[in-house]
């Protein structure tokens, strides 16, 4: 750098910019920093000198710069600022905030000087490969990439895309894979984040995404867009599913993706080292593609409770093994895949279920409405489930149910009300007894006898109800299960918490948004807090 004269340094930013794929500008900045850098050192860090180098001949210029104020103003730094009388004698007429340019003799590097300028051009060109490649690659998430082994550190598989390092963790391999070093890898980008050593580029081998993306490269169709997939669940290395459905009706998606004597997807079996695949046809109704999903298993009946967001799956006894699959392999995939909660029942069980909820059903009317089982029988069987739906359903239906004339019908309708507002008035005294706080009345959803609940398990106020978790309050607002506590909750086994979890009238997806929803009111008013004290003065 010593002895670089104007085409040299041009030379060396064309070559700069090409081998590193950064802007021939960004390498021209490096070497006026460099170049500046060494001017200080030369002629004192105070001095603010600045350099240029001209982008056509390579010229060098380099020039101190001096700030005028005013005579009586404090000065900072008597190298770079000038009082405007004494700079007058450099310049007639100069005023406060002009700039005195004093240019200064080219630099001989010495041998200190010019390593300082290389390690500063270094440093910049490697900042401005780091902004490219992040660039780049942030824009390429969700896109597979081929590269090869570079190194492994600690089960981490360390990539080299070309451009860029990657690294493939542990978690994002598939199991019992193992890659040695020049050995060649493909996956999808999942993540880039921008760190201090540069940007680092996160691949997995393991997110349903890459299944759908290498499908898309073997399948032409699916790229096209004449087929779409729709939903993909994986049990990495084991077995997956995905759900297709064609924009073409003449063109079957499950044979597209299959291809000719299975072709395209044994291409991806053997890329995701033996996974087996399903192949099922997507379905807008849930209860059509939860029967796909689950093949090869026959199902006999499916209920579904939108509410919960559950569907109950009523199978043959003797497919109720390959319906669950291995360690519930099949299921699970199947509710992923679809998104509800899948329960396997075999047509014994669901019958023992329908006879008990029925039975419980009936012995709620005949408490309530103080009639015999005959009548709470017939409720039942004409699909009321609740003393509310009796007292406020048009009577017509109920005069419609056989066996039931004006005159019963006015007696059910007038005992289910008088029940729901003693009912009403039990609560409103509990909650006022228990002292539950006029602001949880906000929540939309939640209604009184859920109020008293949390209230009864010590949940008064909205702050109480933010510091649960979600399986928390959905537990408590179970009304089948017995009040309880955190504390208690926290004591039961693993399958009486998902019991009482699965009986609450609020999904998981409800309680977490409620629940975060409180939260961040506690940071709103942390933030308001914070600015009130700002303004009040010290």
Known sequence: MAHLFGGELLQVADTAAREKGINREEVFDAMEQAIQKAGRTKYGMEHDIRAEVDRKTGEVTLARYREVVADDAEIDNEFAQIPVKAAQRFKAGAVVGDVLIDELPPIDFGRVSAQTAKQVIVQRV?????????????????????????????????????????????????????????????????DVREETRG??????????????????????????????????????????????????????????CVGMRGSRVQAVVAELQGERIDIIPWSEEPATFVVNALAPAEVAKIVIDEDAGRIDVVVPDDQLSLAIGRRGQNVRLASQLSGWSIDILTEEEESARRQEEARLRSKTFIEALDVDEMIANLLVVEGFTTIEEVAYVPIEELQAIEGFDGDIAEELRSRAEEFVKTEQERLEKSRAE?????????????????????????????????????????????????????????????????????????????????????????????????????????
């Open 126 to 190: 490697r900042e401005a490969e780091r902004a490219v490649q992040y660039a780049e690659y942030s824009g390429r998430v969700g896109e597979v990439v081929n590269g090869v082994v570079k190194r492994l550190e600690f089960g981490n598989v360390i990539v080299d895309l070309g451009r860029a390092e990657a690294i493939i963790r542990r978690d994002e391999l598939l199991p019992r894979e193992h890659f040695r070093r020049n050995d060649r890898v493909r996956a999808i980008i999942y």
């Open 199 to 256: 940007p680092q580029i996160f691949l997995s081998r393991t997110r349903p995404e890459f299944l759908v993306s290498l499908f898309a490269q073997e399948v032409p169709e699916i790229y096209d867009g004449i087929i779409e997939i729709r939903a993909a669940a994986r049990d990495p290395g084991s077995r997956a599913k995905i759900g297709v459905i064609s924009n073409d009706a003449s063109i079957d998606p499950v044979g597209a």
């Open 434 to 538: 228990l002292g539950i706080s006029d602001d949880m009345d906000q929540i939309e959803g939640l209604e009184l006898s859920q109020l008293v609940r949390l209230g009864e398990c010590g949940v008064l106020c909205l702050d109480d109800l933010a510091d649960l978790a979600s399986d928390e309050f959905r537990y408590m607002t179970n009304p089948d299960v017995a009040v309880a506590t955190v504390d208690d909750i926290a004591t039961l086994d693993e399958e009486a918490l998902k019991t009482g979890i699965e009986g609450s009238p609020f999904s998981a997806e409800e309680a977490d948004g409620l629940i975060m929803a409180l939260r961040a009111e506690w940071f709103d008013d942390s933030e308001g807090e914070a600015s009130e004290d700002k303004d009040v003065p010290a």
